[in-house]
C-alpha cells in the first residue's frame, strides 16, 4: 500500500481569466470551464482545478488567496484507498466519499487520495550522449516552441511546524525521506523508489504557512528551455532560471503564477531505490542553485533577458579587438 503520485491540485484565486491564459501557455488542456472553476489535464491526466475564491466548499488555504487550497494523491487501486480509509479515519477533517477519501495535515491543508487517474505514457525523450555512453545515434536532440507538462511532480509547501507536517506524511501516507535540511526541510518522496522528492516542506527561519511552488515534470532539459522561452515570449514574469538544483540534480526554470506560488517547469532529477541514504544538507543560494540565470532567457533574442539581441552577423565576423 503506497501513494504513487499526485493527481490533483486545486488552486483558489479571484482571476480565472489570468489563470486562464496562464495555464494554457503553460501548456495544459482546458478541460472544462464554468464562472467558478477551471479544470486543466497535462498529457498524463493529471488535473490542476482554478477554483473561484467564494465558490461554496472550496477548502480553506494555507494563506490568502491566490494560493494552493488541496493536494489529491492517487493510489494503485481500491484495497489501496481501502487501507487508507482505516489509517486516516481518527485524522482531523477526514472526508470519505467513496471515491475520495482525505484529511487535513498538521498545517491545515487538504489532504485528499483516489485511486489513480492517470495514464501510462510512452513518451519519446531525449537521449543524451556523454563521453562513455553514446545513446543517440544519427539523430539530433528535439527542439521545443512551448511545452506540453507529464504531469505534477511535486509541491513545495511553507510549514511552521516541520516535525509534525514531516511525521504525518511519513507516518500516515507511507512517505520516504529523500534529504535534509535539518530543522529546516524534508525532501520526501512517495515510495522507497522513486523520484527524488513528490513533497518539500520548508520551516522558514520566520515560520509561515503558505506554497511556495508547484512543479511540472516535462521529457527533457529542451523542454525545459522552449516551455520558459515560450513563457517568456508571452508575456509571463520568470522568478529564476534555467538552472540545476545540486540536491535533486534536476534542471528547472520557475515563473511566477497568477493562481499562487510559483510554477516550475523541471527534469533529470535523481532516481532513488530503498539504498540511498538520506543526506543533511544546510540551506544556501549554492545549495539550491548550482547555477541560474536571473531574470529568464527572452524568447524572441533566445538570450538572457536585457542582453544585446544578436546581430545577425557570425561571431566569427566580429573583428579582433
Given at each position: 500500500m503506497s501513494v504513487l503520485g499526485i493527481d490533483e491540485v486545486t488552486f483558489g484565486a479571484a482571476d480565472l481569466a489570468t489563470c486562464r491564459n496562464f495555464f494554457q501557455d503553460w501548456g495544459l488542456a482546458l478541460r472544462s470551464e464554468a464562472a467558478d472553476e477551471l479544470v486543466f489535464e497535462s498529457l498524463n491526466?493529471?488535473?490542476?482545478?482554478?477554483?473561484?475564491?467564494?465558490?461554496?466548499?472550496?477548502?480553506?488555504?494555507?494563506?490568502?488567496?491566490?494560493?494552493?487550497?488541496?493536494?489529491?494523491?492517487?493510489?494503485?487501486?481500491e484495497a489501496a484507498l481501502a487501507g487508507y480509509r482505516q489509517r486516516l479515519a481518527s485524522q482531523p477533517g477526514f472526508v470519505d466519499s467513496g471515491s475520495r477519501i482525505g484529511c487535513t495535515d498538521p498545517?491545515?491543508?487538504?489532504?485528499?487520495?483516489?485511486?489513480?487517474?492517470k495514464r501510462p505514457l510512452d513518451l519519446d525523450c531525449a537521449a543524451t550522449n556523454t563521453w562513455s555512453a553514446r545513446q543517440r545515434l544519427d539523430k539530433p536532440s528535439p527542439q521545443y516552441e512551448r511545452a506540453t507538462p507529464i504531469e505534477v511532480g511535486h509541491v513545495v509547501l511553507f510549514v511552521t511546524d516541520l516535525q509534525a507536517a514531516t511525521e504525518f506524511y511519513e507516518r500516515?501516507?507511507?512517505?520516504?525521506?529523500?534529504?535534509?535540511?535539518?530543522?529546516?526541510?524534508?525532501?520526501?518522496?512517495?515510495?522507497?523508489?522513486?523520484?527524488?522528492?513528490?513533497?518539500?516542506?520548508?520551516?522558514?527561519?520566520?515560520?509561515r504557512k503558505g506554497l511556495n511552488h508547484v512543479a511540472f515534470a516535462?521529457?527533457?532539459?529542451?523542454?525545459?528551455?522552449?516551455?520558459?522561452?515560450?513563457?517568456?515570449?508571452?508575456?509571463?514574469?520568470?522568478e529564476l532560471g534555467p538552472g540545476r538544483h545540486p540536491i535533486s540534480s534536476a534542471?528547472?526554470?520557475?515563473?511566477?503564477?497568477?493562481?499562487?506560488?510559483?510554477?516550475?517547469y523541471y527534469t533529470d532529477e535523481d532516481e532513488l531505490t530503498a539504498a540511498w541514504q538520506p543526506r543533511d544538507f544546510t540551506p544556501g543560494p549554492t545549495v539550491f542553485?548550482?547555477?541560474?540565470?536571473?531574470?529568464?532567457?527572452?524568447?524572441?533574442?533566445?538570450?538572457?533577458?536585457?542582453?544585446?539581441?544578436?546581430?545577425?552577423?557570425?561571431?566569427?565576423?566580429?573583428?579582433?579587438?
Open positions: 491526466g493529471c488535473r490542476v482545478v482554478v477554483a473561484h475564491s467564494g465558490k461554496p466548499g472550496l477548502p480553506a488555504g494555507l494563506e490568502p488567496d491566490p494560493t494552493l487550497r488541496e493536494v489529491v494523491w492517487g493510489v494503485a487501486d498545517s491545515g491543508l487538504a489532504v485528499r487520495l483516489q485511486v489513480t487517474r500516515q501516507l507511507g512517505f520516504v525521506m529523500s534529504d535534509r535540511y535539518p530543522e529546516r526541510g524534508s525532501f520526501l518522496r512517495c515510495t522507497p523508489e522513486g523520484g527524488h522528492h513528490d513533497l518539500f516542506l520548508l520551516q522558514p527561519p520566520q515560520p516535462v521529457r527533457d532539459v529542451h523542454e525545459v528551455f522552449g516551455g520558459g522561452m515560450h513563457m517568456s515570449r508571452c508575456g509571463w514574469d520568470t534542471i528547472f526554470w520557475y515563473f511566477t503564477s497568477p493562481a499562487g506560488g510559483l510554477v516550475e542553485a548550482e547555477w541560474a540565470i536571473k531574470g529568464g532567457i527572452d524568447g524572441n533574442t533566445r538570450r538572457q533577458v536585457n542582453a544585446e539581441a544578436p546581430s545577425g552577423r557570425f561571431m566569427t565576423d566580429r573583428p579582433k579587438s
